[in-house]
């Protein structure tokens, strides 16, 4: 990977842990390649991150000049497309789209992580064939798991895939962000930027500006005291991404 300055674009995938209310990993990058482009989609499991990888390419064509980086999400997601638009509920077993009795004989974290893994190495694969340059990421960790002949299997996939920012920047744990509600209060374990920038710097070499703007979006989310006055000191670029 070369410096970010040296891009012409650059394209993200993922999950909320991509594409939030405040900024991520992602648009911390984008301070040095503001030719930005994210896919990710809140909820979003590796089907879906997948596909938009294919997808975004063949829109865009990726060339020597761009970089494409992947934070593929935790297994156990349930992503479908109905009407024209792409459902992505988040984890199986805390969702409002499919009902106990799906996932009660359907919901196999088995099964997830042979899918996922698959569709992991298909897009290394993928990739490793485009010109363009490319990191995968990951939110939680693949080997936190008890499949270990699955484990074994896709070992050099996963080893392809950086260690997760869960225990990276939080050791295992996520963040707990409190806000004021109507119901009282609410904790979003979401990765703040300060805990972004922190993983970016356990694989890449960022910059003075990466760092300053992080900072600034750390201090204005904790001076936040509801989560809609977030909206008041970011106005996120990037996202009005074309995708069928």
Not at 19 to 34: G, K, L, Q
Not at 76 to 97: C, F, L, P, V
Not at 132 to 161: A, G, K
Not at 198 to 220: D, P, V
Request: aromatic share 14%; glycine share 4%; charged share 25%.
């Amino acid at each position: 990977m070369k410096p970010f300055d040296e891009y012409e674009r650059f394209f993200a995938f993922g999950c909320s842990v991509t594409n939030y209310i405040w900024p991520t990993w992602a648009d911390i990058i984008a301070t040095e390649i503001p030719n930005y482009f994210n896919y990710a989609r809140a909820g979003s499991g590796n089907l879906l991150i997948a596909n938009s990888i294919v997808e975004c390419n063949l829109r865009w064509k990726f060339t020597e000049n761009d970089l494409v980086m992947t934070m593929w999400s935790s297994p156990q997601r349930e992503d479908r497309y109905k009407n024209g638009h792409w459902a992505s509920t988040g984890n199986i077993y805390n969702q409002n789209m499919f009902d106990e009795s799906f996932v009660d004989e359907w919901a196999d974290d088995r099964f997830y992580l042979i899918r996922d893994l698959a569709l992991i190495e298909s897009s290394r694969s993928y990739l490793e064939n485009l010109p363009c340059d490319f990191e995968m990421l990951s939110m939680v960790d693949f080997r936190d798991n008890t499949h270990s002949d699955i484990i074994d299997l896709y070992s050099d996939t996963i080893n392809s895939v950086k260690q997760s920012i869960k225990e990276v920047s939080y050791g295992g744990t996520w963040p707990e962000t409190f806000f004021k509600s109507a119901k009282g209060g609410d904790i979003d374990n979401h990765p703040r930027p300060l805990g972004h920038l922190k993983y970016l710097e356990s694989f890449c070499n960022t910059t003075r500006a990466m760092t300053r703007y992080a900072q600034k979006h750390e201090r204005n989310l904790l001076e936040c005291t509801y989560l809609e006055d977030i909206i008041k000191h970011w106005v996120p670029e990037g996202y009005n991404v074309e995708r069928l």
